[in-house]
C-alpha cells in the first residue's frame, strides 16, 4: 500500500524539467544570443556588409565617414563588375595601404571590429572606387575636349569632381609637359579592372603613377583584381540625411 506521506513526492530518477536537454538548450537566451551572432556573420561574410568610407577620394558620390551597404553578391553565378559601378576591393601589394598597426589594444580592437562588422574603421588594405574599365578594354586619356577614352569612345563622367586640370592647344596631351589628366594607352588585362576615384584629382586610384604620361607604360598602372573584388556599393546607409541609392 502507497505511504500517502510520499504520494505526491517528485520521482528522484527524473529530471526536475520534463523537457529534453536540446529543447532545454536550444531555449536558453544563451543559445539564442549565439545563434544571432552565427547568421550575422554568415550574412556579412556572404551577402552584405556595410562599409566606412575612409577618405575624400570618392566625392562628391560619397563623404568621408559614410556607410554604405556592399552587396557581396552582385558578381556571382558568372556576374562581373561594369563600367560605373562602385566597387570595395582589397588591395593587393601594388597599392600604398601600408599602415603600422595600432599600438594601442582599445584601437587594435575597435579596428578589429570595424573590419568585421563595417560600421567602424576598415582595414587599410580595404578600398572603394569606381570602375572605369574590365578586362580587355582599351584606355587613354584624353579626347579633345579632355575626356577619358574608352574602347574609342569618350566616357560621361557626370559624378567627376574637381578633375585635373585640361586646357586644348595650351595644357592638352600634346603639350610640353602635358596635363596631368594625361594617361598612356592601356589593354586591361585579364581577371582584372581599371578603377579611379570620383574625386579624380585627390584619388590614389590605379591611374595615378600614370599621369602626364603620354608614352606607353604598363608598369605603372594599378589594378583591381577579380578574386579581390567584395562586393558592389548600392546604397550609402549613414548618415540618414544622405540615404540612397548609388
Same mark, same amino acid.
Request: proline residues 7%; charged residues 20%.
Given at each position: 500500500m502507497m505511504d500517502p506521506m510520499t504520494a505526491d513526492a517528485p520521482d528522484a530518477r527524473r529530471p526536475a524539467s520534463g523537457r529534453p536537454l536540446w529543447r532545454r538548450i536550444t531555449g536558453s537566451a544563451w543559445f539564442h544570443l549565439f545563434a544571432a551572432f552565427v547568421v550575422f556573420g554568415l550574412i556579412l561574410s556572404f551577402v552584405a556588409k556595410p562599409y566606412w568610407v575612409p577618405s575624400g577620394s570618392m566625392?562628391? =558620390?560619397?563623404?568621408?565617414? %559614410?556607410?554604405? /551597404?556592399?552587396?557581396? /553578391? !552582385?558578381?556571382? *553565378? *558568372? !556576374? +562581373? $563588375?561594369?563600367? *560605373? &559601378?562602385?566597387?570595395?576591393? &582589397?588591395?593587393? @601589394?601594388? #597599392? %600604398? +595601404? =601600408? @599602415? !603600422? $598597426? $595600432? &599600438?594601442? $589594444?582599445?584601437? !587594435?580592437?575597435?579596428? #578589429?571590429?570595424?573590419?568585421v562588422t563595417g560600421f567602424g574603421p576598415s582595414g587599410p588594405h580595404t578600398l572603394i572606387k569606381r570602375v572605369i574599365a574590365g578586362p580587355g578594354q582599351t584606355v587613354k586619356c584624353c579626347s579633345a575636349d579632355g575626356k577619358l577614352v574608352v574602347d574609342g569612345k569618350p566616357l560621361a563622367e557626370p559624378y567627376v569632381f574637381q578633375d585635373f586640370p585640361f586646357q586644348p592647344g595650351t595644357l592638352d596631351c600634346t603639350t610640353t609637359p602635358a596635363s596631368p589628366r594625361c594617361l598612356p594607352e592601356v589593354t586591361v588585362p585579364k581577371n582584372s579592372y581599371l578603377v579611379m576615384g570620383d574625386h579624380r584629382s585627390n584619388s590614389s586610384d590605379g591611374a595615378i603613377q600614370c599621369r602626364g604620361r603620354t608614352a606607353p607604360d604598363a608598369g605603372c598602372w594599378r589594378w583591381a583584381r577579380s578574386e579581390e573584388i567584395v562586393g558592389k556599393a548600392v546604397v550609402i546607409l549613414w548618415p540618414v540625411t544622405r540615404w540612397s541609392g548609388l
Open positions: 566625392e562628391q =558620390t560619397l563623404q568621408v565617414g %559614410d556607410r554604405v /551597404l556592399v552587396n557581396r /553578391l !552582385a558578381y556571382v *553565378g *558568372g !556576374a +562581373t $563588375p561594369h563600367t *560605373g &559601378d562602385i566597387v570595395v576591393f &582589397d588591395a593587393g @601589394s601594388g #597599392w %600604398d +595601404t =601600408t @599602415s !603600422a $598597426p $595600432p &599600438d594601442n $589594444p582599445i584601437k !587594435a580592437v575597435l579596428r #578589429w571590429l570595424g573590419e
